[in-house]
């Protein structure tokens, strides 16, 4: 699958996690700008609708493997806040 960085990540205030203020939480954390690219590039493999999150649906599609009872509590952990879909904000928030 791969995550190089060939998509950018850019502010954008629409979706959770792309704001400035998770650049500055993030950088916080020690994360550098590639580091943050490279992350987003990842997210952005699994946000196949391009909608700022990712759902089950997207989550099991991009791995090739079936909603199950592992795939679900794997995404359940990813989901923090518990709305049964993952934003960029979620995925570094796991990583802390």
Same mark, same amino acid.
């Given at each position: ?5 060939? *998509?950018?990540? =850019?502010?954008? #205030? ?8 998770? =650049? $500055? ?8 700008? &590639?580091?943050?690219?490279? +992350? @987003?590039?990842?997210f952005a *493999?699994?946000? +196949?609708?391009?909608?700022? /999150?990712? /759902?089950?649906? &997207?989550? %099991? ?6 909603? %199950? *009872?592992?795939? #679900?509590?794997?995404?359940?952990d990813l /989901? ?7 934003d960029f904000? &979620?995925? @570094? &928030?796991?990583? $802390?």
């Amino acid at each position: 699958m791969g995550c190089s960085s060939s *998509k950018r990540f =850019v502010i954008n #205030k629409d979706f959770p996690g792309q704001d400035a203020q998770s =650049v $500055k939480d993030m950088v916080e954390l020690g994360f550098s700008k &590639e580091n943050i690219d490279s +992350l @987003y590039n990842c997210f952005a *493999k699994f946000d +196949l609708e391009n909608s700022g /999150d990712m /759902d089950i649906a &997207e989550f %099991t599609e991009r791995l090739n493997i079936g909603i %199950t *009872k592992i795939s #679900k509590g794997v995404f359940g952990d990813l /989901d923090v806040n518990q709305d049964r879909s993952v934003d960029f904000r &979620e995925v @570094y &928030e796991n990583l $802390k």
